[in-house]
């Protein structure tokens, strides 16, 4: 069974500009979470998705947003990017109700 | 404050070391996760717990309900173990993770 898959794996952005990032899970897991990791924070939950519909979320600003289409696949968008939002950002699956999360490798965005 | 707390921050240690790493939480849980990440950022996750006490090879975690306490163990420490060590845990509504900052730990040949 294939990984979790993120989408692209490095970008670079100018502040103000918006991003997207993608998450394919693994087949059969509905539910996606994304989380942002920074140097001094550590992972961070943004939202969850499950069936199409956010579940949780997380304590940023909304700037940050995400969807899940009807393939259980994820993006977040990040709108008028700022320098703090240079992190990894990670999207995890698993069945609902599971305790167990699948990472993927990770998005590294850089905001310059 | 943070809803999970881990210690060390850093951790060196001499190959061969036996090393321990600790959490606490002061959520109420279903499951603690332990993860390990290596540098580049991939996450795999190490362990799964509820109660009592699991091995895998090297290592073991162990679990206190009570005392909302997990520790981490590696026996024979390798260099190849040098990671991030992070221990999450899974809210008892089973809704959210929390993690803790992360441990580092660099094993010296």
């Known amino acids: 069974k294939a990984g979790v898959t993120q989408t692209p794996r490095y970008l670079i952005k100018t502040r103000g500009q918006q991003v997207t990032l993608s998450c394919s899970p693994i087949s059969g897991h509905r539910s996606v979470s994304w989380y942002q990791q920074t140097p001094g924070q550590g992972l961070q939950f943004l939202f969850e998705y499950f069936s199409e519909t956010q579940r949780n979320k997380g304590n940023f600003p909304g700037r940050f947003s995400g969807r899940q289409f009807s393939n259980s696949r994820s993006e977040m968008n990040v709108s008028t990017l700022e320098l703090g939002d240079s992190a990894l950002y990670l999207c995890?699956?698993?069945?609902?109700?599971?305790?167990?999360?699948?990472f993927g490798p990770g998005t590294r965005l850089t905001v310059t | 404050k943070n809803e999970v707390e881990q210690s060390p921050q850093n951790l060196t240690a001499q190959e061969g070391e036996f090393i321990t790493i600790n959490c606490s939480y002061s959520?109420?849980?279903?499951?603690l996760h332990w993860l390990q990440q290596h540098p580049g950022g991939g996450i795999v996750s190490l362990f799964m717990l509820s109660s009592g006490k699991k091995k895998h090879g090297r290592l073991i975690a162990t679990i206190n309900i009570q005392e909302k306490h997990s520790s981490l163990h590696i026996t024979a420490s390798h260099p190849r173990d040098s990671a991030v060590y992070i221990c999450a845990v899974l809210g008892n509504t089973g809704n959210q993770f929390y993690f803790g900052t992360g441990t580092s730990l660099t094993v010296i040949p």
């Open positions: 995890a699956s698993r069945v609902l109700g599971g305790s167990e999360q699948y």
């Open positions: 959520v109420g849980i279903s499951a």
